[in-house]
Protein backbone atom coordinates (compact mmCIF):
# COMPACT_ATOMS: atom_id res chain seq x y z
CA UNK A 1 0.00 0.00 0.00
CA UNK A 2 1.23 3.17 -1.16
CA UNK A 3 2.13 6.06 1.93
CA UNK A 4 -0.03 9.02 1.92
CA UNK A 5 1.93 12.22 1.96
CA UNK A 6 -0.48 14.98 1.55
CA UNK A 7 0.49 16.37 5.17
CA UNK A 8 3.93 16.84 3.73
CA UNK A 9 3.05 18.81 0.31
CA UNK A 10 3.37 22.33 0.08
CA UNK A 11 0.21 23.47 -2.01
CA UNK A 12 0.13 24.41 -5.61
CA UNK A 13 0.71 28.03 -6.63
CA UNK A 14 -2.74 28.72 -7.39
CA UNK A 15 -4.29 27.37 -4.42
CA UNK A 16 -2.63 29.73 -1.78
CA UNK A 17 -4.29 32.72 0.16
CA UNK A 18 -3.74 35.62 -1.99
CA UNK A 19 -4.62 39.27 -0.01
CA UNK A 20 -6.81 41.18 -2.23
CA UNK A 21 -5.44 44.78 -1.74
CA UNK A 22 -6.97 47.98 -2.67
CA UNK A 23 -5.44 49.48 -5.85
CA UNK A 24 -3.47 52.97 -5.72
CA UNK A 25 -4.07 54.52 -9.17
CA UNK A 26 -1.34 57.53 -9.35
CA UNK A 27 -2.31 57.93 -13.31
CA UNK A 28 -5.88 59.34 -12.31
CA UNK A 29 -6.90 62.59 -12.56
CA UNK A 30 -9.52 64.34 -9.85
CA UNK A 31 -11.42 67.08 -9.98
CA UNK A 32 -13.03 68.00 -6.64
CA UNK A 33 -15.22 71.02 -5.24
CA UNK A 34 -13.50 72.61 -2.36
CA UNK A 35 -15.90 74.54 0.21
CA UNK A 36 -13.55 76.89 1.26
CA UNK A 37 -15.08 77.64 4.46
CA UNK A 38 -14.97 73.52 5.69
CA UNK A 39 -11.74 73.70 5.28
CA UNK A 40 -11.33 74.13 8.87
CA UNK A 41 -13.27 73.54 11.95
CA UNK A 42 -15.51 75.90 13.67
CA UNK A 43 -13.28 76.34 16.60
CA UNK A 44 -9.24 76.50 14.64
CA UNK A 45 -7.51 79.02 16.00
CA UNK A 46 -7.05 80.29 12.52
CA UNK A 47 -10.96 81.38 12.69
CA UNK A 48 -9.38 83.40 16.16
CA UNK A 49 -6.52 85.48 14.57
CA UNK A 50 -8.86 86.53 11.61
CA UNK A 51 -11.08 87.29 13.89
CA UNK A 52 -9.02 89.23 16.22
CA UNK A 53 -7.16 91.09 13.46
CA UNK A 54 -10.26 91.76 11.77
CA UNK A 55 -11.46 94.37 14.79
CA UNK A 56 -8.43 95.87 15.51
CA UNK A 57 -7.42 99.32 13.81
CA UNK A 58 -4.87 98.70 11.13
CA UNK A 59 -4.72 102.61 9.83
CA UNK A 60 -1.30 102.69 9.49
CA UNK A 61 -0.83 99.93 7.65
CA UNK A 62 -3.56 100.76 5.28
CA UNK A 63 -2.02 104.26 5.15
CA UNK A 64 1.32 102.96 3.11
CA UNK A 65 -0.60 101.53 0.58
CA UNK A 66 -0.46 103.35 -2.78
CA UNK A 67 -2.83 101.70 -4.35
CA UNK A 68 -6.08 103.24 -4.34
CA UNK A 69 -9.56 103.14 -6.11
CA UNK A 70 -9.82 104.44 -9.19
CA UNK A 71 -6.35 105.24 -8.91
CA UNK A 72 -3.22 103.65 -10.83
CA UNK A 73 -1.61 100.43 -9.03
CA UNK A 74 -2.89 96.51 -8.75
CA UNK A 75 -4.82 95.79 -5.89
CA UNK A 76 -2.42 94.31 -2.89
CA UNK A 77 -3.03 91.67 -0.54
CA UNK A 78 -4.84 93.48 2.63
CA UNK A 79 -2.74 93.85 5.15
CA UNK A 80 -5.39 92.18 7.65
CA UNK A 81 -4.68 88.91 5.67
CA UNK A 82 -0.99 89.04 5.71
CA UNK A 83 -1.06 90.02 9.37
CA UNK A 84 -2.70 87.20 9.67
CA UNK A 85 -0.62 84.58 8.03
CA UNK A 86 2.55 85.60 10.07
CA UNK A 87 0.67 85.10 13.09
CA UNK A 88 -0.75 81.76 12.12
CA UNK A 89 2.45 80.92 11.03
CA UNK A 90 4.55 82.23 13.96
CA UNK A 91 1.95 80.19 16.03
CA UNK A 92 3.01 76.77 14.37
CA UNK A 93 7.08 77.97 14.61
CA UNK A 94 7.06 78.94 11.23
CA UNK A 95 8.95 81.80 10.67
CA UNK A 96 10.18 81.57 6.65
CA UNK A 97 8.29 83.43 4.44
CA UNK A 98 8.68 81.00 1.63
CA UNK A 99 7.41 78.40 4.13
CA UNK A 100 4.69 80.41 4.43
CA UNK A 101 3.74 80.56 0.57
CA UNK A 102 4.48 76.61 0.42
CA UNK A 103 1.78 75.95 3.07
CA UNK A 104 -0.68 78.64 1.11
CA UNK A 105 -0.56 75.93 -1.47
CA UNK A 106 -1.42 72.79 0.22
CA UNK A 107 -2.51 73.32 3.99
CA UNK A 108 -6.41 74.14 4.58
CA UNK A 109 -5.76 76.31 7.24
CA UNK A 110 -3.18 78.91 5.38
CA UNK A 111 -5.62 77.60 2.12
CA UNK A 112 -8.65 79.01 4.40
CA UNK A 113 -6.79 82.59 5.15
CA UNK A 114 -6.34 83.25 1.32
CA UNK A 115 -9.03 81.78 -0.45
CA UNK A 116 -6.94 79.09 -1.82
CA UNK A 117 -4.84 81.82 -3.22
CA UNK A 118 -0.88 81.69 -2.90
CA UNK A 119 0.74 84.52 -1.62
CA UNK A 120 4.05 85.46 -2.64
CA UNK A 121 7.21 85.02 -0.38
CA UNK A 122 8.81 88.17 -1.17
CA UNK A 123 5.32 90.04 -0.04
CA UNK A 124 4.89 88.44 2.55
CA UNK A 125 9.03 88.82 3.63
CA UNK A 126 9.04 92.75 3.07
CA UNK A 127 5.46 93.01 5.14
CA UNK A 128 7.20 91.42 8.21
CA UNK A 129 10.03 94.26 8.04
CA UNK A 130 8.59 97.28 6.28
CA UNK A 131 6.21 98.21 9.20
CA UNK A 132 8.09 99.09 12.28
CA UNK A 133 5.75 102.08 13.87
CA UNK A 134 2.71 99.63 12.16
CA UNK A 135 3.66 96.79 14.18
CA UNK A 136 4.28 98.86 17.36
CA UNK A 137 0.93 100.48 16.77
CA UNK A 138 -0.46 96.57 16.39
CA UNK A 139 1.33 95.40 19.36
CA UNK A 140 -0.53 98.61 21.80
CA UNK A 141 -4.08 97.38 19.92
CA UNK A 142 -4.08 93.84 21.34
CA UNK A 143 -3.05 95.34 24.80
CA UNK A 144 -5.90 97.25 24.55
CA UNK A 145 -8.33 94.00 23.93
CA UNK A 146 -6.29 91.97 26.57
CA UNK A 147 -6.38 94.92 28.68
CA UNK A 148 -10.13 95.18 28.22
CA UNK A 149 -10.72 91.81 28.81
CA UNK A 150 -8.88 92.16 32.45
CA UNK A 151 -5.82 90.33 31.50
CA UNK A 152 -3.87 92.81 32.46
CA UNK A 153 -3.45 94.96 35.63
CA UNK A 154 0.10 96.36 35.67
CA UNK A 155 -0.24 95.35 39.31
CA UNK A 156 2.29 93.71 39.30
CA UNK A 157 4.83 92.88 36.43
CA UNK A 158 7.84 90.67 36.18
CA UNK A 159 10.47 91.27 33.90
CA UNK A 160 13.65 89.33 32.16
CA UNK A 161 16.09 88.92 29.56
CA UNK A 162 16.92 86.53 27.51
CA UNK A 163 19.59 86.08 24.92
CA UNK A 164 18.61 84.55 21.45
CA UNK A 165 21.22 83.70 18.80
CA UNK A 166 22.09 85.73 16.29
CA UNK A 167 21.64 84.93 12.76
CA UNK A 168 25.32 84.59 12.30
CA UNK A 169 28.32 81.81 13.10
CA UNK A 170 30.69 82.33 16.19
CA UNK A 171 33.75 82.06 13.46
CA UNK A 172 31.86 85.65 11.92
CA UNK A 173 33.73 87.02 14.78
CA UNK A 174 37.32 88.37 13.44
CA UNK A 175 39.67 91.01 15.00
CA UNK A 176 40.31 94.51 13.48
CA UNK A 177 43.33 93.13 11.33
CA UNK A 178 41.20 90.54 9.54
CA UNK A 179 38.38 92.55 9.05
CA UNK A 180 40.62 94.50 7.35
CA UNK A 181 41.94 91.87 5.20
CA UNK A 182 38.51 90.60 4.30
CA UNK A 183 37.84 94.19 3.46
CA UNK A 184 40.75 94.92 1.26
CA UNK A 185 39.59 91.84 -0.57
CA UNK A 186 35.93 92.18 -1.05
CA UNK A 187 36.80 95.99 -2.43
CA UNK A 188 38.90 94.45 -5.25
CA UNK A 189 36.44 91.64 -6.18
CA UNK A 190 33.63 94.31 -6.62
CA UNK A 191 36.02 96.50 -8.62
CA UNK A 192 36.88 93.50 -10.59
CA UNK A 193 33.26 93.16 -11.38
CA UNK A 194 32.55 93.03 -15.23
CA UNK A 195 29.40 94.36 -17.40
CA UNK A 196 26.50 91.65 -16.40
CA UNK A 197 25.32 91.71 -19.70
CA UNK A 198 28.94 90.51 -20.79
CA UNK A 199 29.66 87.63 -18.35
CA UNK A 200 29.01 83.88 -19.45
CA UNK A 201 26.74 83.27 -16.52
CA UNK A 202 22.63 84.05 -17.07
CA UNK A 203 22.14 88.29 -16.63
CA UNK A 204 20.12 87.58 -13.57
CA UNK A 205 22.36 85.44 -12.05
CA UNK A 206 25.40 87.85 -12.52
CA UNK A 207 23.60 90.77 -11.53
CA UNK A 208 22.52 88.27 -7.83
CA UNK A 209 26.87 87.79 -7.66
CA UNK A 210 27.38 91.39 -7.65
CA UNK A 211 24.98 91.80 -5.69
CA UNK A 212 25.94 89.60 -2.92
CA UNK A 213 29.14 90.96 -3.16
CA UNK A 214 28.07 94.39 -3.09
CA UNK A 215 26.68 93.70 0.47
CA UNK A 216 29.46 91.68 1.85
CA UNK A 217 31.67 94.97 1.52
CA UNK A 218 28.95 96.79 3.10
CA UNK A 219 28.79 94.35 5.85
CA UNK A 220 32.58 94.44 6.95
CA UNK A 221 32.78 98.38 6.86
CA UNK A 222 29.71 98.34 9.19
CA UNK A 223 31.55 95.49 10.94
CA UNK A 224 34.55 98.02 11.06
CA UNK A 225 32.35 100.96 12.67
CA UNK A 226 30.91 98.23 15.00
CA UNK A 227 34.32 97.11 16.51
CA UNK A 228 35.04 101.02 16.66
CA UNK A 229 32.17 101.19 19.01
CA UNK A 230 32.87 98.80 21.23
CA UNK A 231 36.45 99.22 21.64
CA UNK A 232 35.47 102.98 22.23
CA UNK A 233 34.01 101.57 25.95
CA UNK A 234 37.22 99.44 26.80
CA UNK A 235 40.66 99.49 28.02
CA UNK A 236 43.61 99.43 25.69
CA UNK A 237 44.46 95.52 26.56
CA UNK A 238 41.04 94.80 25.93
CA UNK A 239 40.96 96.39 22.80
CA UNK A 240 43.37 94.24 21.39
CA UNK A 241 40.92 91.29 22.04
CA UNK A 242 37.98 93.10 20.63
CA UNK A 243 35.61 90.91 17.55
CA UNK A 244 33.14 91.81 15.42
CA UNK A 245 30.71 89.65 13.66
CA UNK A 246 31.49 90.00 9.50
CA UNK A 247 27.91 88.50 8.64
CA UNK A 248 25.87 90.24 11.47
CA UNK A 249 27.67 93.34 12.69
CA UNK A 250 25.35 94.74 14.85
CA UNK A 251 25.23 91.31 16.86
CA UNK A 252 26.97 91.35 20.00
CA UNK A 253 28.96 88.10 21.42
CA UNK A 254 27.34 87.49 24.38
CA UNK A 255 26.79 84.60 26.91
CA UNK A 256 23.90 82.50 26.43
CA UNK A 257 22.29 79.34 28.47
CA UNK A 258 24.32 76.37 29.10
CA UNK A 259 27.64 79.09 29.82
CA UNK A 260 27.88 79.01 26.36
CA UNK A 261 29.04 82.13 24.46
CA UNK A 262 27.99 83.52 20.67
CA UNK A 263 26.35 86.48 18.54
CA UNK A 264 23.36 87.16 19.64
CA UNK A 265 20.94 89.99 20.97
CA UNK A 266 19.13 90.52 24.28
CA UNK A 267 15.67 90.60 24.33
CA UNK A 268 13.72 92.19 27.18
CA UNK A 269 10.18 91.39 27.89
CA UNK A 270 8.01 92.73 30.77
CA UNK A 271 5.09 90.48 32.04
CA UNK A 272 2.33 91.33 33.86
CA UNK A 273 1.88 88.41 36.59
CA UNK A 274 -2.04 88.59 36.51
CA UNK A 275 -2.55 86.48 33.33
CA UNK A 276 1.11 86.08 31.60
CA UNK A 277 0.15 88.26 29.12
CA UNK A 278 3.73 90.27 27.53
CA UNK A 279 3.36 94.44 27.96
CA UNK A 280 6.59 95.50 26.94
CA UNK A 281 9.65 93.60 24.48
CA UNK A 282 13.07 94.90 23.42
CA UNK A 283 15.77 93.87 22.00
CA UNK A 284 19.57 95.85 22.89
CA UNK A 285 23.11 94.91 22.38
CA UNK A 286 23.90 95.02 25.87
CA UNK A 287 25.68 91.81 26.92
CA UNK A 288 24.00 92.32 30.67
CA UNK A 289 20.81 93.41 31.65
CA UNK A 290 22.14 95.53 34.88
CA UNK A 291 21.06 98.73 32.66
CA UNK A 292 17.51 97.48 31.23
CA UNK A 293 14.77 97.99 33.88
CA UNK A 294 14.16 102.18 33.28
CA UNK A 295 13.56 101.27 29.63
CA UNK A 296 11.82 98.39 30.82
CA UNK A 297 9.78 100.54 32.76
CA UNK A 298 9.54 103.53 30.26
CA UNK A 299 8.24 101.10 26.88
CA UNK A 300 5.08 99.39 29.62
CA UNK A 301 4.36 103.14 30.09
CA UNK A 302 4.38 103.95 26.31
CA UNK A 303 2.19 100.91 25.85
CA UNK A 304 -0.29 100.96 27.99
CA UNK A 305 -0.64 104.65 29.62
CA UNK A 306 0.68 104.01 32.99
CA UNK A 307 3.42 102.57 34.99
CA UNK A 308 3.09 99.48 36.52
CA UNK A 309 2.92 99.32 40.18
CA UNK A 310 5.74 96.98 40.91
CA UNK A 311 8.17 95.63 39.26
CA UNK A 312 9.99 92.36 40.10
CA UNK A 313 13.07 91.32 38.42
CA UNK A 314 16.52 88.90 39.45
CA UNK A 315 19.75 89.81 40.70
CA UNK A 316 21.35 90.76 36.47
CA UNK A 317 18.64 93.95 37.32
CA UNK A 318 19.18 94.31 40.95
CA UNK A 319 21.61 97.64 41.22
CA UNK A 320 21.91 100.90 43.19
CA UNK A 321 20.93 102.54 39.80
CA UNK A 322 18.03 100.71 39.14
CA UNK A 323 16.68 100.93 42.76
CA UNK A 324 17.21 105.01 42.35
CA UNK A 325 15.60 104.90 38.86
CA UNK A 326 12.29 102.97 40.54
CA UNK A 327 12.19 105.15 43.46
CA UNK A 328 12.34 108.24 41.26
CA UNK A 329 9.26 106.55 39.18
CA UNK A 330 7.63 105.42 42.05
CA UNK A 331 7.64 101.81 41.14
CA UNK A 332 7.98 99.28 44.12
CA UNK A 333 10.86 97.39 43.63
CA UNK A 334 11.04 93.36 44.44
CA UNK A 335 14.38 91.91 43.53
CA UNK A 336 17.74 89.78 44.34
CA UNK A 337 20.85 91.36 45.09
CA UNK A 338 23.66 89.62 43.55
CA UNK A 339 26.60 88.55 46.06
CA UNK A 340 29.05 91.29 47.09
CA UNK A 341 32.22 90.36 45.88
CA UNK A 342 35.48 90.52 47.92
CA UNK A 343 38.93 91.49 46.10
CA UNK A 344 40.02 88.41 44.43
CA UNK A 345 42.70 86.64 46.05
CA UNK A 346 44.06 86.36 42.58
CA UNK A 347 44.74 89.88 42.13
CA UNK A 348 46.62 90.01 45.45
CA UNK A 349 48.68 87.05 44.81
CA UNK A 350 49.92 89.04 41.63
CA UNK A 351 50.60 91.79 43.56
CA UNK A 352 52.73 89.21 46.17
CA UNK A 353 50.91 89.27 48.82
CA UNK A 354 51.30 86.76 51.39
CA UNK A 355 48.03 85.23 52.53
CA UNK A 356 49.32 86.11 56.15
CA UNK A 357 48.34 89.47 54.91
CA UNK A 358 45.48 89.03 53.09
CA UNK A 359 42.27 91.80 54.38
CA UNK A 360 41.21 89.32 56.66
CA UNK A 361 44.18 89.42 58.96
CA UNK A 362 43.14 92.94 59.12
CA UNK A 363 40.62 94.08 61.85
CA UNK A 364 38.10 97.20 61.77
CA UNK A 365 37.67 99.03 64.76
CA UNK A 366 34.10 100.33 64.60
CA UNK A 367 34.61 102.68 67.57
CA UNK A 368 37.86 104.19 66.04
CA UNK A 369 36.48 103.73 62.35
CA UNK A 370 40.15 102.37 61.34
CA UNK A 371 42.19 99.17 60.66
CA UNK A 372 44.80 97.42 62.63
CA UNK A 373 47.75 95.33 61.04
CA UNK A 374 48.98 92.55 61.80
CA UNK A 375 52.08 94.56 62.93
CA UNK A 376 49.52 96.57 64.70
CA UNK A 377 49.95 99.96 63.07
CA UNK A 378 46.73 102.02 62.39
CA UNK A 379 45.16 102.28 59.10
CA UNK A 380 42.87 105.17 59.07
CA UNK A 381 40.18 106.01 56.63
CA UNK A 382 41.50 107.60 53.19
CA UNK A 383 38.57 107.99 50.75
CA UNK A 384 35.71 106.40 49.92
CA UNK A 385 33.62 105.90 46.40
CA UNK A 386 30.44 104.46 45.19
CA UNK A 387 30.84 101.02 43.08
CA UNK A 388 27.73 99.35 41.94
CA UNK A 389 25.40 98.92 45.21
CA UNK A 390 27.93 99.66 47.69
CA UNK A 391 30.64 101.82 48.71
CA UNK A 392 33.63 101.07 48.89
CA UNK A 393 35.70 102.84 51.76
CA UNK A 394 39.52 102.72 51.61
CA UNK A 395 41.83 102.82 54.88
CA UNK A 396 45.59 103.07 54.71
CA UNK A 397 48.74 102.83 56.40
CA UNK A 398 51.39 105.69 56.79
CA UNK A 399 53.93 105.04 54.28
CA UNK A 400 56.81 105.84 56.24
CA UNK A 401 55.45 102.91 58.79
CA UNK A 402 55.05 100.33 56.50
CA UNK A 403 58.44 101.33 54.80
CA UNK A 404 60.35 100.80 58.29
CA UNK A 405 57.97 97.50 59.06
CA UNK A 406 60.13 94.08 58.85
CA UNK A 407 57.00 92.64 56.80
CA UNK A 408 56.86 94.98 54.29
CA UNK A 409 58.16 92.39 51.57
CA UNK A 410 54.56 90.44 52.64
CA UNK A 411 52.55 93.22 52.90
CA UNK A 412 52.74 95.96 49.94
CA UNK A 413 55.47 94.61 48.11
CA UNK A 414 56.45 97.16 45.46
CA UNK A 415 54.78 99.81 46.58
CA UNK A 416 55.84 103.22 48.16
CA UNK A 417 52.71 104.33 49.77
CA UNK A 418 51.36 102.36 52.75
CA UNK A 419 49.44 99.68 52.48
CA UNK A 420 45.42 100.12 51.86
CA UNK A 421 42.73 97.95 52.28
CA UNK A 422 39.08 98.43 51.30
CA UNK A 423 35.85 97.92 52.96
CA UNK A 424 32.61 97.47 51.10
CA UNK A 425 29.48 98.59 52.89
CA UNK A 426 25.80 98.56 51.52
CA UNK A 427 24.26 102.63 50.47
CA UNK A 428 21.60 103.41 52.41
CA UNK A 429 19.04 102.81 49.44
CA UNK A 430 20.44 99.54 49.16
CA UNK A 431 20.72 98.61 53.06
CA UNK A 432 16.74 99.72 53.56
CA UNK A 433 16.06 97.50 49.76
CA UNK A 434 17.85 94.97 51.65
CA UNK A 435 16.19 94.78 54.72
CA UNK A 436 12.43 94.69 52.71
CA UNK A 437 12.98 91.96 50.59
CA UNK A 438 14.69 89.98 53.95
CA UNK A 439 10.14 90.36 55.12
CA UNK A 440 8.09 87.46 54.64
CA UNK A 441 5.58 89.41 51.85
CA UNK A 442 8.36 90.48 49.48
CA UNK A 443 10.20 86.93 49.56
CA UNK A 444 6.85 85.04 48.76
CA UNK A 445 6.43 88.26 45.70
CA UNK A 446 9.89 87.17 44.35
CA UNK A 447 9.37 83.43 44.53
CA UNK A 448 6.56 83.88 42.02
CA UNK A 449 8.94 85.74 39.41
CA UNK A 450 10.69 82.21 37.86
CA UNK A 451 6.98 81.01 36.98
CA UNK A 452 5.90 84.33 35.48
CA UNK A 453 8.87 85.93 33.82
CA UNK A 454 10.55 82.44 32.23
CA UNK A 455 6.54 80.97 31.10
CA UNK A 456 6.88 83.47 28.18
CA UNK A 457 10.76 82.96 27.52
CA UNK A 458 10.11 79.36 27.19
CA UNK A 459 6.37 79.85 25.06
CA UNK A 460 8.60 81.88 22.31
CA UNK A 461 11.50 79.68 22.37
CA UNK A 462 9.94 76.14 21.87
CA UNK A 463 6.44 76.79 20.14
CA UNK A 464 7.36 79.65 18.43
CA UNK A 465 11.04 78.53 17.84
CA UNK A 466 12.76 81.98 18.47
CA UNK A 467 15.63 80.07 19.33
CA UNK A 468 17.94 82.28 16.50
CA UNK A 469 16.81 85.21 14.56
CA UNK A 470 16.17 85.04 11.16
CA UNK A 471 17.00 88.43 10.16
CA UNK A 472 20.02 90.58 11.14
CA UNK A 473 20.80 94.07 12.50
CA UNK A 474 19.13 95.10 15.57
CA UNK A 475 15.38 96.85 13.41
CA UNK A 476 15.15 93.48 11.76
CA UNK A 477 15.56 91.63 14.80
CA UNK A 478 14.02 93.88 16.94
CA UNK A 479 10.73 93.30 14.79
CA UNK A 480 11.32 89.04 14.87
CA UNK A 481 11.50 89.53 18.19
CA UNK A 482 7.43 91.74 18.41
CA UNK A 483 5.97 89.34 15.84
CA UNK A 484 6.82 86.78 17.92
CA UNK A 485 5.67 88.25 21.17
CA UNK A 486 2.42 90.01 19.11
CA UNK A 487 1.78 86.19 18.37
CA UNK A 488 2.02 84.51 22.45
CA UNK A 489 -0.29 87.79 23.34
CA UNK A 490 -3.02 86.57 21.14
CA UNK A 491 -2.78 82.92 21.56
CA UNK A 492 -2.74 83.91 24.97
CA UNK A 493 -6.53 85.89 24.41
CA UNK A 494 -7.23 82.62 22.49
CA UNK A 495 -7.00 80.05 25.65
CA UNK A 496 -8.09 82.65 27.79
CA UNK A 497 -10.54 84.72 25.97
CA UNK A 498 -11.86 83.45 22.50
CA UNK A 499 -11.85 79.00 23.24
CA UNK A 500 -13.89 79.19 26.80
CA UNK A 501 -16.44 81.95 24.68
CA UNK A 502 -16.59 79.21 21.81
CA UNK A 503 -17.28 76.41 24.57
CA UNK A 504 -20.10 78.56 26.31
CA UNK A 505 -21.55 79.02 22.84
CA UNK A 506 -21.72 75.05 21.81
S1 LIG B 1 53.65 96.85 55.85
FE1 LIG B 1 52.43 98.45 56.80
S2 LIG B 1 50.43 97.64 56.90
FE2 LIG B 1 51.75 95.95 56.45
S3 LIG B 1 52.14 95.05 58.37
FE3 LIG B 1 53.76 96.50 58.05
S4 LIG B 1 53.08 98.42 58.90
FE4 LIG B 1 51.33 97.08 58.80
Redesign the pocket.
Known sequence: MEKDKSWTTPPKEEEQRRVRRKPINRQQLLLRPVEIEKLVEEDHPVRAIWELVGQLNLESFYAEIQSVEGGAGRPVWDPQLLISLWIYAYKGGVSSAREIGRLCQYHPAYQWLTGVEVVNYHTLADFRIRHQKALDQLFIEVLGVLSHEGLITLQRVMHDGTKVKACASDKSFHRKATLQDHLQLAREQVEQMGDPESEEVSERMAKAQQRALREKQERLEEALKALEQIEASRSKEEKEKTRASSTDPEARNMLHAKGAYGPGYNVQISTDAQSKIIVGVGVTQATTDAAELKPAVERIEANLGEKPKQMVVDGGLTNQAALEAMTEKQVDLIGALPERRAVAPDRLKQRGVSPD?YPQA?EYDEGADCYR?????R?PYETEERQGASVRRRYR?KSS??R?????A???PGTKR??SVVRSEATPEIAAFQAKMETPEAQAIYKQRAGVAEFPNAWIKDKIGLRQFRLRGLVKVTLEAMWACLTYNICQWIRLCWKPQRLAQV
Open positions: FFCPAGKLAECGCPFQQCCGR
